[in-house]
């Protein structure tokens, strides 16, 4: 299936997509996972954008259409996608409709997940990350066993420097200036679904009747 799963940060669109790529082997590219090994890694890409995430703003939209172009044309991508963050602008989208014309592919749907905003805060002030292999754990309803480490594979659990209070208040903020109106971008065009997130299961099962599996 080839998706847009839109929704604040903390809706669970990452959570999603992970369940959904069990079920026919599309991929899960998210934009922020992409962009967090980049500034790991120390490279360009890592250099130009770490201090906009830092901060919870948004890295310029050049530098992510430049990721997507590439990387919606890689081979993993025909078993189908799930795009996870991106697009975050109404520019995004214009240039992701016509990337997708270019190489000839067409979205099923755009999958919006609405979830509270106090549930959003609680979660992803809890929520924490594995730097090593991106496990998210969260300190309430999922700790890991030891505390500080990844019981996948060992590696740094740590709250994400865009997780504290201040930058996620921005994020929100941003999230409903900037990434809010693709929602009615999208209904323009057709291909809207709203989902009220309340659990991940019951979205994945709404997505499978949408898309017919
Ligand atoms: P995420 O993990 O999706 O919440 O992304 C983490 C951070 O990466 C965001 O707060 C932005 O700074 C940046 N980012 C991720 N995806 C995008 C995007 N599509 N456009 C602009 N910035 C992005």
Redesign the pocket.
Known sequence: MKLILLGA?GAGKGTVAKLLTAIDGSVQI????I??AAVKAGSDLGKQ?KA??DA????P?EL?MNIMKDRLREDDCKAGYLL??????IP?AEQLKVLLEEIGEKLDAVVSLEVPRDVILDRLTTRRTCTDCGAIYNVKSNPTKEEGKCDKCGGPVVQRD?ETEEAISN?LDVYNEKTAPLAGFYKNEGMLMEVVATSSDAVVDAIKEKVGL
Request: aromatic share 8%; glycine share 12%.
């Open positions: 940060p998210s934009t922020g996972d962009l967090r954008a906009f995430m919870g703003d948004l890295v939209d992510i996870d963050g991106f697009p975050r602008t995004q865009d994020r």
